[in-house]
C-alpha cells in the first residue's frame, strides 16, 4: 500500500508542477495583451509614395499618399495600395508572432509558422522574411507642415464641422420670416 501511495503522491507533485507552469505562463497574458494591442506596423511603396500603417489584427490604421501617387493611373495606385497594404499587414502579424513567443515561450514555433505561411503568399522564402525584419529602420511619422491633402492621411478621423445656431426666436422685427427655417411649431 505505500509503494502506491507514493505513486499517488508523485503524480500529484508531476500535476501541481504543471498547473504551476501553466499559472506562469498566464501570469504575463494581461503584459502581453497590452502589447498586442499597441502593435503597430509601417510599410512604404517601393516608389515612396503609399505608405500604410497597420495595428494588431491586420487593422488598417492609417493610408497616406503622395503628389506622385496622384499622378498614378488608377490600376497602378491600386496596386501600390494593395501591396503596401499586404507588407504592412504582414509585418505586423510578424510583431505579434514575435510578442506572444516572447510572453509564451519559442518552443511554440509560431514565428516560423508564419514566416512559412508569409513567404508561400508573397512567393519568397522565411530567411529573406527573417533577413527584411532585421534590416527594417525605425522612421519617425513626419508632420505634415503644408496644406497639401495629398500628404494627409486617407482614414485620419478629423473633427466633424461645427453646427450653425438655432434662431434665437421665431420672432423677426425685419419682415423677413421667410428666412426662418423654424416655425413656432417646431419647437
Do not use: C, W
Not at 497597420?54 to 493610408?63: C, F, L, N, T, W
Not at 495606385?77 to 510578442?99: D, H, M, N, P, W
Not at 519568397?124 to 491633402?149: C, H, I, N
Amino acid at each position: 500500500m505505500s509503494a502506491e501511495f507514493d505513486q499517488l503522491v508523485a503524480q500529484f507533485e508531476q500535476f501541481q508542477a504543471k498547473l504551476q507552469h501553466v499559472d506562469e505562463q498566464f501570469s504575463g497574458l494581461d503584459q502581453m495583451q497590452a502589447e498586442i494591442a499597441g502593435v503597430e506596423a509601417t510599410a512604404t511603396s517601393a516608389d515612396r509614395s503609399v505608405t500604410v500603417v497597420a495595428g494588431p489584427g491586420g487593422s488598417v490604421k492609417d493610408i497616406r499618399f503622395t503628389e506622385a501617387a496622384l499622378r498614378q493611373s488608377p490600376q497602378a495606385l491600386s496596386s501600390a495600395v494593395l501591396g503596401t497594404l499586404q507588407q504592412a499587414v504582414a509585418e505586423s502579424a510578424r510583431k505579434q508572432a514575435g510578442i506572444v513567443e516572447e510572453h509564451a515561450g519559442d518552443g511554440m514555433h509560431l514565428m516560423d509558422q508564419v514566416l512559412d505561411t508569409q513567404a508561400q503568399l508573397f512567393g519568397t522564402t522565411p530567411e529573406e522574411l527573417r533577413a527584411s525584419m532585421e534590416e527594417q529602420p525605425k522612421r519617425p511619422a513626419r508632420a505634415v507642415e503644408t496644406e497639401d491633402y495629398s500628404e494627409q492621411a486617407v482614414l485620419r478621423r478629423e473633427e466633424p464641422p461645427a453646427r450653425p445656431a438655432p434662431p434665437s426666436s421665431g420672432n423677426d422685427p425685419s419682415g423677413n420670416r421667410f428666412l426662418n427655417l423654424y416655425d413656432e411649431e417646431d419647437r
